[in-house]
């Protein structure tokens, strides 16, 4: 395995929005957060730990230059985030690794022994998402996602916002 190129995106696992974003951006420089309250993850696009999933999420974005700073916090429903949560409070989740072919880089994962979490479309499809299980290198998470070109405008123009406030 050569590796799934480079990170885009640090994740945390919040209970409250406001408190994390306060702390990133006096830490990171992370302003102009953009809030998406209440993601819905049907059973019929996401699955945690291969059964299907419904949940919500409310998600918040902004940037620390050219990486994408995302925080997840569990609203409804059983999800790798909710159980992260659970079991070991507000904290880094994540990073993500943007890959141009989600299906050859699940499989690249999986032959090395790499077992998927969580898997599924968001955005009206617009971005496909696999999270693997990397604790045993003492990392929570990797995140691989393909995003097609119209949500990369919707997140170049959330850059554009944290970059002019």
Same mark, same amino acid.
Request: charged share 20%; net charge negative.
């Given at each position: 395995m ?12 919040t ?10 951006g006096a830490?990171?420089g992370?302003?102009g957060?953009t ?5 819905h ?9 291969d059964?299907?999933?419904d949940?919500?999420a409310?998600?918040?974005?902004s ?5 994408q700073l995302e ?10 985030y909710?159980?992260?949560l659970?079991?070991?409070g ?11 072919d989600? &299906? *050859?880089?699940?499989?690249? +994962?999986?032959?090395?022994? !790499?077992?998927v /979490?969580?898997e599924?479309?968001m #955005?009206?499809?617009?971005?496909r998402?696999?999270y693997l &299980? *990397?604790?045993?290198?003492? +990392?929570?998470?990797?995140? !691989?996602?393909? /995003?097609a070109?119209?949500?990369? #405008? ?8 944290a970059?002019?406030?």
């Amino acid at each position: 395995m050569t590796g799934f190129g480079p990170v885009t995106q640090l994740a945390w696992v919040t209970d409250d929005l406001d408190a994390t974003e306060q702390v990133l951006g006096a830490t990171l420089g992370a302003t102009g957060w953009t809030r998406m309250p209440e993601i819905h993850f049907g059973p019929e696009s996401c699955t945690f730990r291969d059964r299907p999933a419904d949940f919500t999420a409310d998600i918040s974005l902004s940037y620390a230059g050219d990486l994408q700073l995302e925080l997840i916090r569990p609203v409804t429903g059983a999800s790798l985030y909710a159980e992260f949560l659970a079991e070991r409070g507000p904290g880094l989740h994540h990073v993500c690794c943007e890959v141009p072919d989600l &299906d *050859t880089a699940v499989e690249q +994962a999986r032959g090395t022994g !790499l077992r998927v /979490v969580q898997e599924g479309t968001m #955005a009206d499809g617009l971005m496909r998402f696999a999270y693997l &299980d *990397t604790s045993a290198a003492g +990392a929570s998470y990797v995140e !691989l996602a393909q /995003v097609a070109p119209d949500l990369r #405008a919707l997140f170049a123009d959330v850059r554009e916002r944290a970059q002019g406030s």
